[in-house]
């Protein structure tokens, strides 16, 4: 990781200005991020007061605060485990932000962040600044080339405006046709599939020209985005013969042609290896003439600066287009995950035979984890738990249809008929393309626990300080293979018998050397909190998870659901007194 040095100009960031964090996992796509609010806080969960959720485990609840300094903005470690790095320096007390720090969290290479001003927080003076150049090289020429630097100026002051996309677009597109002497001007962006698409098209006349009815020369545009370069074409009828022949060029009377490809920014090489280099094709400015035009060494640099500019404004225009659609999508998610959880059982409450608690914790957004307690009116108590293959929005959806399916056991449907028909439903509906492990128990007040099991991991069951299996042996999922049968099993529990029911996320939980958490670990958990309430167990158990993960980001739902059996009721109506 290369240290930038301090002694570079910071940023100028007044009130108005804004900030922008790119945020880098290795899996997942690049998002920009405003700085929206100061102080700004980032870290794990938004309920913690954090503008930015990042969601891994690997980050601390409260991770980084970037406040207002004078000389810009400052960021300060706010406890995340194992440090921030800002340019692979460990961050001991706050410091100001440049621009293109690299800001890694933690010891492990998961998160990146970059902090970036916007376009807009630079002054005109610095703008005109990296033209000085320019202007100092053509300072003896002829003041038609010194106005066309001004020109250059304006463009570049227009394309950073406050004005709509459109009209920045548009004068843009005026101001090269006036340096380029062209008579129409395009601005082509790609789309989904790949195809440059008209945008926005002027007139020398600086009229707005219908996008649909333009007919830019495809084979100039092939040429420039083959070589990845500026192609000016100053007399078409000296280009080469399939330029000459081109049916766009024939038909409109071209003789000269301009196309500039505009490619978002490449690496810079300054930045850590592991960064991808950025050079995929934005789009392109396209300027053709029926007239030949001459253009000297400085209209190709005005042209690149010119064409560098819109590119700088279509990348961040595409990233906040990308960010709102994050922001739409996460906001889709977060309602999902609320009607999710309304649907899980919360508070559980206890019953005169038995106490319960349980806990679902998705991986993501929303999981494919369900877990449901309910009466039924002949006064045994349903436990079920199910864990949808898959994980995400899908995965959610089908537990939640499995929910309504069960809901009918309390119609008095046995259990093993309910299982059949949602198997012979899931199988009929390959198109669902999932399936679903399932356990599904019936208590009775006397302690008969009458169950049917689907591929779950068998419950366990603490007796007395001994833990064992309730069941051995396969059996199939629902969903899986349309012809599977399912039969029910009994079994008589004793009083303070526990059942432990948990999904496979739990014992399959990795630490960093991708060990599993497994049946043994949790085993001997359950062990050392056989004495203990429910609350405390579940606790413990968590714990315990989390221990041995060390916060590494797990690829699975966890959830469980803990029941312990209750002396049932005795002659008089009374409920014996019992520990829970």
Known sequence: MVEFSHSKPMLNLAPAVHAYLEVMFSHLPRQLVPISKLPFFIGRGSENGNHLNLDDLRISRKCIAISAVPEGLRIEDQGQVGGIFVNGKQLTEGRTLFEGDSIRLGMDDGCHLVFRSSSESRPIDDRRAELSNLVAAKAGDSQLELNRLTLLLEATSLLHSQLPLESIFSSMLDHAIVITRADRGMLLERDASGTLQVKVARSRERINLAPETMNPSRTVLRQAIEQQTAVINEDLQLADFNVQAANSVVLQFLRSAVVVPLYNVHRRNDAPA?????????????????????????????????????????????????????????????????????????????????????????????????????????????????????????????????????????????????FEHLNRFLCERAVVGRYATMFFGLLDPDGTLEFVRAGHPSPLLLRQGEVSELYHGGSFPIGLLEPASYTASRIQLEPDDTLLLFTDGVTEAEDKERNLFGRIRLMDTLVRHSGCALDTLQSGILSAVQGFTEAVTQSDDITLLAVRYRRPVDAVGTVAKHST
């Open 274 to 418: 592991q960064w991808p280099a950025h050079d995929e094709l934005l789009g392109a400015v396209y300027l053709d003439s029926r007239r030949t035009a001459p253009f000297s060494a400085l209209d190709r640099q005005i042209l690149d600066a010119l064409g560098a500019q819109a590119a700088s404004i279509l990348d961040n225009t595409r990233l906040m287009q990308h960010e709102r659609e994050r922001q739409r999508l996460e906001q889709e998610l977060s309602i999902a995950r609320q009607i999710q959880q309304a649907l899980v059982p919360q508070g559980l409450q206890d019953y005169p035979h038995l106490a319960i608690t349980g806990i679902h914790r998705p991986c993501q957004e929303v999981g494919g984890d369900y877990f449901d307690v309910f009466p039924l009116p002949d006064g045994r108590i349903a436990i079920l738990i199910a864990d949808v293959a898959g994980k995400g929005l899908g995965a959610a959806l089908l537990a939640t249809m499995l929910q309504g399916a069960l809901s009918g056991m309390t119609l008095g449907a046995e259990p093993a008929k309910v």
